[in-house]
């Protein structure tokens, strides 16, 4: 069984900075592209960032510049710091992972993490 858990999440004023982190665990054979998407209330999931097993990335127009995605693969985990937040960064952050079981080859969630920017 495969598990992805977020941390990170909270309060924080415009113009403040925070750091998610995701750890993948379980019967994992292999991690290729991880990523963070985000929802905001009354909106679509959107992509945020998203970084491959080689470590290229890439962000979606309205965070870039300001968010930087990482991820370490001997710890199986991905990161997001977030700079320069403004209200509009307010959703809830998944993290999802592109990954290799002994059984099946798809992409596992997090169950989110509330990020909300405001003063």
């Known amino acids: 069984q495969v598990q992805l858990v977020e941390s990170g999440g909270g309060l924080v004023q415009p113009g403040g900075s925070l750091r998610l982190s995701c750890a993948a665990s379980?019967?994992?054979?292999?991690?290729?592209?991880m990523a963070w998407y985000r929802q905001a209330p009354g909106k679509q999931r959107e992509l945020a960032a998203i970084?491959?097993?080689?470590?290229?990335?890439d962000y979606a127009d309205s965070v870039k510049g300001r968010f930087t995605i990482s991820r370490d693969n001997a710890k199986n985990t991905v990161y997001l710091q977030m700079n320069s937040l403004k209200p509009e960064d307010t959703a809830v952050y998944f993290c999802?992972?592109?990954?290799?079981?002994?059984?099946?080859?798809?992409?596992?969630w997090g169950q989110g993490t509330q990020v909300t920017v405001s003063s």
């Open positions: 999802a992972a592109d990954l290799l079981t002994r059984i099946y080859r798809g992409m596992y």
């Open positions: 970084i491959t097993s080689s470590g290229s990335t």
């Open positions: 379980g019967s994992i054979l292999a991690i290729y592209s």
